[in-house]
C-alpha cells in the first residue's frame, strides 16, 4: 500500500477512526444536549374547557389551566429545565390590563404551577403586552399609532411585580422597549424581589418566523408591524450593544430570538457575556420542521435533535424549544 493510500504514513490523518462506532461518537462528541438545557414555551388560554390544538404548530395547544398543570407536571418528570408561560385572557384591552391583574390567566396559573411543583421546575414568565393588548402592540400607544416607550416602562414594572407575586422564579422581559430592565429590576427590588432574576429578550429580532406564534397567542398587531421596537435582522452589532445595555441595567441573563437564523448572533453574544445564554427555537422554525416531516422530506426526530445541537454547539447554554419535552425523552 503506497503512503498516498495510507498506509503506515504517519502523517496521513484519517478523520474516520473516530466516527467508527457509536460509542466512539458519543465519547468524542464537543457539544451535548441534556434535557435540564431545554425549556418549553406554553400557552394557557382563559374560558376554554379543554386544551385547543394550534393548527400552524402541530402537537402545540393552548391549554386550560388543568391541561397545564398535567402538561407541567410531564416536563418535570422529563427532567427539563423549565417553563415559559405565555397567556391569552378573555378580554383585551389597550393597556393590557390582564397582564397584571391578580385574576389574570398568567397569573393564576403561576400560582397553581408553583403550588404543585415548588421549584422542581424553573417557571419563567415572559413580561410583554401583546397578548393582552387589544390593538397587539407589545405597548401603550399613543393615539397617533406609536408604541410610547416610557409609560409602557411603568405597565412593565407593575406586571413584574405581580407575576413574582403569582410565584414566578424567573422574569423574562420579551418587549425590547429602551430601559425595560432597569424598570422591571427598580420594581422586583422595590418589592422585596430582590432573589428573582431577570432573563432578558436582549437580542430580539422582527422576524418572519414568529407568524405561528401570533395564532398560538393570539397576538398580532392590529395595525403596523413591531419593526421600531424589535431589531432589523440584518444588524449584528447591535444586538452587542442591547445584551451590554441590559446587562447594565441587572439582567442576569439574557436571551437571543430567533434561533437558527441568528447563530452567528449566538455565539457572537456566547462570546461576548459571562451571564448564561438562552436562545429562543422559535414558531416558524418548529412549524417548518413539522411540515416537512409530515410530507416525509426529513427525518424528524433527527431534525429535533440536529436543531436544537447546533443551537448548543453557538453557545446557547438554554434553548426554548416547543420540543422540550419531546426532545428529552429522546435524550434519555
Known amino acids: 500500500m503506497t503512503a498516498a493510500q495510507g498506509g503506515s504514513n504517519p502523517g496521513f490523518a484519517r478523520g474516520r477512526r473516530l466516527r467508527s462506532t457509536p460509542a466512539l461518537r458519543r465519547l468524542t462528541a464537543q457539544t451535548r444536549?441534556?434535557?435540564?438545557?431545554?425549556?418549553?414555551?406554553?400557552?394557557?388560554?382563559?374560558?376554554?374547557?379543554?386544551?385547543?390544538?394550534?393548527?400552524?404548530?402541530?402537537?402545540?395547544?393552548?391549554?386550560?389551566?388543568?391541561?397545564?398543570?398535567?402538561?407541567?407536571?410531564?416536563?418535570?418528570?422529563?427532567?427539563?429545565?423549565?417553563?415559559?408561560?405565555?397567556?391569552?385572557?378573555?378580554?383585551?384591552?389597550?393597556?393590557?390590563?390582564?397582564?397584571?391583574?391578580?385574576?389574570?390567566?398568567?397569573?393564576?396559573?403561576?400560582?397553581?404551577?408553583?403550588?404543585?411543583?415548588?421549584?422542581?421546575?424553573?417557571?419563567?414568565?415572559?413580561?410583554?403586552?401583546?397578548?393582552?393588548?387589544?390593538?397587539?402592540?407589545?405597548?401603550?400607544?399613543?393615539?397617533?399609532?406609536?408604541?410610547?416607550?416610557?409609560?409602557?416602562?411603568?405597565?412593565?414594572?407593575?406586571?413584574?411585580?405581580?407575576?413574582?407575586?403569582?410565584?414566578?422564579?424567573?422574569?423574562?422581559?420579551?418587549?425590547?422597549?429602551?430601559?425595560?430592565?432597569?424598570?422591571?429590576?427598580?420594581?422586583?427590588?422595590?418589592?422585596?424581589?430582590?432573589?428573582?432574576?431577570?432573563?432578558?429578550?436582549?437580542?430580539?429580532?422582527?422576524?418572519?418566523?414568529?407568524?405561528?406564534?401570533r395564532e398560538a397567542a393570539e397576538g398580532a398587531p392590529q395595525f403596523g408591524d413591531r419593526s421600531t421596537y424589535q431589531m432589523d435582522p440584518p444588524n449584528a452589532d447591535e444586538a452587542l450593544r442591547e445584551v451590554r445595555q441590559d446587562l447594565a441595567e441587572g439582567a442576569d441573563a439574557v436571551m437571543v430570538k430567533p434561533a437558527l437564523p441568528y447563530l452567528d448572533i449566538v455565539a457572537r453574544v456566547a462570546d461576548a457575556v459571562d451571564v448564561p445564554v438562552s436562545a429562543y427555537q422559535v414558531s416558524g422554525e418548529y412549524a417548518m420542521v413539522e411540515a416537512a416531516a409530515r410530507n416525509g422530506w426529513i427525518d424528524r426526530e433527527r431534525a429535533i435533535l440536529e436543531t436544537l445541537t447546533a443551537i448548543r454547539r453557538a453557545g446557547a447554554g438554554q434553548v426554548l424549544t416547543y420540543w422540550a419535552v419531546e426532545a428529552a425523552r429522546l435524550l434519555r
Do not use: W
Not at 376554554?48 to 402538561?71: C, F, N, W, Y
Not at 403586552?129 to 408604541?147: F, I, K, Q
Not at 409602557?152 to 414594572?157: C, F, N
Not at 425595560?180 to 430582590?194: E, G, K, M, N, P
Open 33 to 213: 444536549v441534556a434535557p435540564a438545557d431545554l425549556v418549553l414555551p406554553v400557552f394557557v388560554k382563559e374560558g376554554i374547557s379543554e386544551a385547543q390544538p394550534i393548527g400552524s404548530m402541530p402537537g402545540v395547544v393552548q391549554h386550560t389551566t388543568d391541561s397545564l398543570r398535567k402538561a407541567a407536571h410531564e416536563a418535570a418528570d422529563a427532567g427539563i429545565g423549565g417553563l415559559i408561560l405565555f397567556g391569552v385572557p378573555a378580554e383585551k384591552d389597550e393597556v393590557g390590563s390582564q397582564a397584571d391583574a391578580a385574576d389574570g390567566i398568567v397569573n393564576v396559573a403561576l400560582r397553581q404551577l408553583r403550588a404543585d411543583l415548588g421549584d422542581e421546575l424553573v417557571l419563567m414568565a415572559d413580561l410583554c403586552l401583546c397578548e393582552y393588548t387589544s390593538h397587539g402592540h407589545c405597548g401603550v400607544v399613543t393615539p397617533a399609532g406609536v408604541v410610547d416607550n416610557d409609560p409602557t416602562l411603568d405597565r412593565y414594572a407593575s406586571v413584574a411585580i405581580a407575576q413574582a407575586q403569582a410565584g414566578a422564579h424567573v422574569i423574562a422581559p420579551s418587549g425590547m422597549m429602551d430601559g425595560q430592565v432597569a424598570a422591571i429590576r427598580r420594581a422586583l427590588d422595590s418589592s422585596a424581589f430582590t432573589e428573582t432574576p431577570v432573563l432578558a429578550y436582549a437580542a430580539k429580532y422582527a422576524s418572519g418566523f414568529y407568524g405561528p406564534f
